[in-house]
């Protein structure tokens, strides 16, 4: 008992610290807990086949998936423009429209959705955003109390209850909690957040990189970009190759890209992006991208019996009417020619780009010069810009070549920001249906085969890019912490340190009646929120409340919801939870303005939860 004491301690003291890593914090007690043999390897390694801990793994790769879509975005910029100028309008949309992406995305993706959104609806209506960005970190946490998914305390205490062999919580058995608590959220906030008056610091203006399309625009490839539909079956291009066409040599137009379709669906996107590669074939219904004279393009397309489309012509299956450069399939980038470059003197077709690398080059920037003509035949100067295109994965492949040039930025970073908007109908069905096979219990399939089905069918369906994407959406650290500290309730139990704790609290407030010994299960929680995350806090503290319940002969549940409450309403600290330290920059918060603002509210909550629960989940 006092060596788990011990690391209980010294693991505390870490996390509160927070100079060593959380996650290897977690292991190296576990690695504690083996060596002093107060858990057997079999115990200690049963955290990271914890059926919590997968789903949580496959709810991250589910929020992925309706990130990358632009599902989410979609539906919050929709919802966030009825708010107008009105500033009651808008503070009640952030905590609604928050609160109910909340309840099936992770807090802290929820948070990083929004919190460009709120930022410019707030300069629209003339609003400080200060006022807005605390109460939108709160309202995701208040989101997440609504369902069994929205944090994970919620299922911890699920899991707890579960394996002491009571029913476990349902989808929706966290409602009417997570709606009370923003009822109370917004009818504190409303006033409250007044406190948090506009600051008279003057904003330093970072400038971010150029977006895709800030780099399209400033080239001007757009004013140069044509679309030719091979429409007639009876075209000479059709079962030729670019090459075979002798496009440039013959025109001298540059094929961008070619665009063909997939199926009849109207409600996914069915139009594939492209290089026109040497060796592809075209067919009928090809649309080809082109950059050139328009006269000589005009005479490409009359020569081999070419539909010409203006700009209020759809392209095939519905697709956009507008010629633009779209990013799914293939991006853009810069690159600078260093001095040291073989490349210097010679022209853009004897540098081999597209036979080397499988890149096209849009436009060469020298100088204040924009050049968008006659690219192959332009020779490379030293410090030309060259802005290329071609798949993200050749993109990133140039940077190899670094004693030719610099690649501007970081193309697979960029890739990752560019939203699958033809994926977010997918994105919504396997979304939806998961919530269906979770909440109808008539339907025989674990909550746990639900989600890891669902992250499947998101990677399947590419809604999230690739497998490779689908772990990067997983916060490994979230992941490991959990499954490492998840051993620590098991030695609590083993060694009898939840029985002395539970009994302690029993002893000293059981006497005055649950309601009481529930205050003080909600205030222990709520105080180590503070200063541990309320991950561990919940694997900490829901064993203690489930054997307090136990000695004194009512139901756990109420002390279960007691438990989940506490650990995920902590507003008092910037670092108790991730919404709130995401919001402290962009809201230019200081520590006291959370204290001001956030310990009130967490008071507040107690009060409200400790009379409310009981009504709820009689003892």
Known sequence: MIA??????????????????????ALCALLALLLCQILTPSEALSGFSNTTVIMMIGLFIVGGGIFQTGLAKMIGSKVMTLAGNSELRLFLLVMTVTSAIGMFVSNTGTVAL????????????GSSPRRLLMPLAFASSMGGMMTLIGTPPNLIVSDTLQ?????????????PVGLLTLVVGVLYLLPATRMLAPKDKSKENRKSGKSLKDLV???????????????????????????DLNIYREYGINVLELRRSTGQNRFVRTVNQQLASPDLT???????????????????????????LDRHTDEI???????????????????????????????????????????????????????????????????????????WKDIARMKNESSNWVVLGEPLQEAAKVTLDHKAPVAAAIMIAMIVMMVVESIPVAPVTSVLLAAVLMVVTGCVRSVEAAYKTINWQTIVLFAAMLPMSIALEKTGVSEMIS???????????????????????????????????????APIALQCAVQIGVSPVPFMFAVTVAASMCFASPFSTPP????????????????????PLQILMGVVMVFALPLLFPF
């Open 317 to 391: 299956d519905g697709s956009s009417s507008n010629a633009s450069m779209d990013f799914f399939d293939i991006g853009v980038a810069e690159i600078l020619i260093m001095p040291t470059s073989s490349m210097i003197n010679r022209t853009v077709i004897e540098a081999g780009f597209r036979s080397k690398f499988s890149v096209n080059v849009l436009g060469i920037r020298r100088k204040k010069e924009y050049i968008l003509n006659d690219l192959g035949g332009q020779k490379i100067h030293e410090g030309d810009v060259l802005l290329v295109q071609g798949a």
């Open 217 to 243: 625009s400033e080239y001007g490839v757009t004013d140069n970009l044509f679309r030719v539909h091979i429409k007639d079956n009876a075209s000479k291009a059709i079962g030729s190759t670019v090459v």
């Open 580 to 599: 709130n330290a995401l919001v402290m920059s962009a809201g230019q918060y200081t520590f006291m303005d959370y204290v001001k603002v956030g310990l």
């Open 114 to 125: 929004m919190l460009p959104i709120v930022v410019s609806m707030a300069a629209a209506a």
């Open 4 to 25: 788990t004491l011990i690391i209980l301690l010294v693991s505390a003291i870490l996390f509160v610290s927070g100079k060593v890593r959380s996650d290897l914090v």
């Open 282 to 308: 075209l067919r009928q219904n090809d649309v080809l991208y082109l950059s050139g004279d328009p006269e000589m393009i005009e005479k490409f397309a009359s020569d081999y019996s070419l539909r010409l």
């Open 503 to 541: 009994g302690a609290i029993v002893t000293g407030l059981g006497g005055s009646g649950p309601r009481l010994l529930l205050a003080g299960i909600y205030a222990a929680t709520s105080v180590m929120t503070i200063f541990i995350s309320n991950t561990v806090t919940a694997v900490l503290m």
């Open 163 to 175: 394996n002491a062999g009571y029913e476990p919580l349902g989808f929706f058995s966290f409602l």
